[in-house]
Every structure is written in structure tokens, then in C-alpha cells.
């Protein structure tokens, strides 16, 4: 087989990883966590069964990223199985700045508990498990699921496609229904915290049971943790909404609803300070103002395209079905 890996051609004979063919082309190296094989993010461990393009991935990618993320978010669900056997598992992908995984669970995750739960993912780190893909027929893997009492894995099961690969990984006494790819072994992830616990619906949808949602991040080496966090501490000091109440421009009450600021006499000043400056602006440079009424016939909204979209945001005034006398607010 001929492998096109960075600025090498190189031919091997089957069988043959993703990483041997990369160590081949000495392109391996600590830092990589992943490969692009014919510009799908694989694995290392995945097999080479055809001629291919591979880009080996490291944490500076975005792929590289969610890669490392998401084993560690797997991390995070064995030492909550571990300590709480129990606990349901949902879903735990990786998300911009780390990773979560939602549990279904009767102890509360207090911040103490996410303490003892960092403490059981060092120890799965520092046991070096290996991490194994497999795949398993559709009755196996919902037989499976159900073995291990896990409901929500199972509802998962049923809705994959016909014919589609039913992927899960082996972690040491850990298995999980995932489409991947993971690292290696779970001893890459060297820095990680768990940073808060919320609660989240099943499937994000209000009617169904409330989870808990822990959150967290993660990555190669301590130093890189502890700049990120240094960034969020310092990101938290300037926040908006910190400082408008501090400087006395804003401030909110549950009567009116959280998100809907009632602007305090210097916050008030500086909008008709901005809004007198733009006018000013908009008078030298020659522009004409025109204001258009805030109730109008349904007949515009629709002209506009506002009534097929935004119709659940508006405020009708009248019957909407009697189209000749009513109007709305948008």
C-alpha cells in the first residue's frame, strides 16, 4: 500500500496502523494524539486496508482537541461508574473549551464529590488503560446495554441506522456505546479539572428528566491548564455584567425577568450620549431619518417574510385568523 504522510511517500505491506505507518514516515512523535486518513479524523490504532493521504493531528488541531477531550470526558464517566455504579450514563462529547458527560443519578455532584471524582480519574490515568474500539450486531449491543443497565445507551442503540456500525470502547472494566475516536491509552491526559455541575434535560428537551451535567477540562501538560484557567479568571474580572453593576449602569430584578437590565441613571446618560452622537453623525453625513409605525397589518409581515418566520415571537393583537381587522406588534 503507498501512504502520502506530510512531505513523504512511503509503501508498506498490509497489515498496518494508522501509527506504524506514521513512525514509518517519522512522523510519530508524544505530541500526536490522532491522525486525518483520507481527511477522516481516525485513530492510530485504526487499520490501513487501502492507499491513503495521512496528517498526523496533535493538540494544536481542532480535531487534535476534541480527540483528546472526549477520551478524557470517558475518564471522567469511568470514575463516576467506579464510585457511583449506579449513576446512568447519557452522552459526553468534547465541546470548545473541554469536555461534559450528562448522568442520570440520585447523589447530588457537590463540588466535594467532583473532588473525589478528579481523584479517581488520576488513578485511571495513572493505570495507562489501554483504550479499544469493537463492534458489536445490533441485538449484541442492546443486549449488552441492558446487561449493564443502561437505559439511555439502549435508547441510543435503536435509533442507529440500519446497516450503520454499532462502535463501542473498552477501557480497562469500562465500556462505552461511542462512535469515537479516542487516544490510545488514557494515560495522555495529563491535566485535567472538573469545573462545575448542571443540571441539563435529557435530549435538551424540557419535558423529559433532569440530568446532572458535569463539565471539564483538559489537557497534555499542567502548564497549558493552568494559562487557560489564569485567562478565565482574568476574562471573569472584566465580565459585563460585573462591571455594569459595579459602575451603577445597570441592574435587574426578578419582577421584570433575569436578562432584562433596567438601565440606572449613568447607563442611561451613556446610551442618550451614544444615540445623540450617531444622530449628530448620521445628520453630517446627509442620511434622512424615517420612522415606521410599531403596529402594522398582518399584510406587511408577510410581504417581509417576518410572518412565516417569526410568528411565535410576535404579540397579535385580534384573531389571527380573521384577516381582515386584525394587527399585531412585532
Known amino acids: 500500500m503507498k501512504f502520502k504522510i506530510l512531505d513523504k511517500e512511503i509503501e508498506l505491506e498490509a497489515p498496518v496502523t494508522v501509527y506504524e505507518a506514521l513512525r514509518a514516515a517519522e512522523a510519530s512523535n508524544n505530541k500526536v494524539l490522532a491522525a486525518k ?14 492507499d491513503a493521504e495521512i496528517i498526523p493531528l496533535t493538540f494544536d488541531d481542532a480535531e487534535g482537541k476534541t ?33 461534559y458527560y450528562d448522568f442520570d443519578s ?28 469493537f463492534l458489536l450486531p445490533r441485538d ?18 435503536a435509533r442507529i441506522p440500519e446497516g450503520e456500525d454499532i462502535s463501542f470502547y473498552r477501557q480497562g472494566d469500562f465500556v462505552d456505546l461511542c462512535a469515537g475516536p479516542h487516544l490510545f491509552s488514557t494515560g495522555a491526559v495529563k491535566a485535567f479539572k472538573l469545573t462545575q455541575c448542571t443540571g441539563a434535560y435529557w435530549e435538551g428537551k424540557s419535558e423529559n428528566k433532569m440530568l446532572q451535567r458535569i463539565y471539564g477540562i483538559a489537557y497534555p501538560n ?14 471573569k474580572k472584566r465580565d459585563h455584567n460585573k462591571l455594569g453593576r459595579e459602575l451603577e449602569l445597570f441592574t ?4 421584570i425577568g433575569q436578562g432584562l437590565p433596567i438601565m440606572l441613571p ?24 424615517t420612522k415606521t409605525p410599531y403596529m402594522a397589518k398582518s399584510d406587511l409581515y ?15 393583537l385580534g384573531d389571527p385568523e380573521d384577516k381582515e381587522i386584525w394587527h399585531f406588534v412585532l
Open 37 to 50: 486518513v483520507n481527511g477522516e479524523v481516525s485513530e492510530l490504532t485504526s487499520p490501513l486496508n487501502a
Open 67 to 99: 480527540v483528546f477531550r472526549h477520551t478524557a470526558s470517558h475518564i471522567m464517566a469511568q470514575a463516576v461508574k467506579r464510585l457511583y455504579p449506579e449513576a446512568k450514563l447519557t452522552i459526553g462529547p468534547a465541546v470548545d473549551d473541554g469536555f
Open 106 to 133: 440520585d447523589i447530588s455532584f457537590t463540588p466535594e464529590i467532583l473532588t473525589k471524582i478528579e481523584g479517581e480519574m488520576k488513578k485511571i490515568v495513572k493505570e495507562n488503560l489501554k483504550i479499544e474500539r
Open 140 to 157: 449484541e449491543a442492546i443486549k449488552l446495554m441492558e446487561e449493564k443497565n443502561e437505559p439511555y445507551k439502549v435508547l441510543l442503540i
Open 222 to 235: 499542567k502548564a497549558d491548564m493552568e494559562e487557560y484557567i489564569a485567562r478565565v479568571e482574568d476574562a
Open 252 to 255: 435587574t430584578s426578578d419582577l
Open 266 to 289: 449613568k447607563g442611561a446618560r451613556m446610551i442618550q450620549t451614544l444615540q445623540r452622537f450617531v444622530e449628530d453623525e448620521e445628520q453630517k453625513r446627509g442620511w434622512l431619518l
Open 302 to 316: 408577510k410581504v417581509s417574510g417576518h410572518w412565516d418566520h417569526y410568528l411565535d415571537g410576535m404579540f397579535v
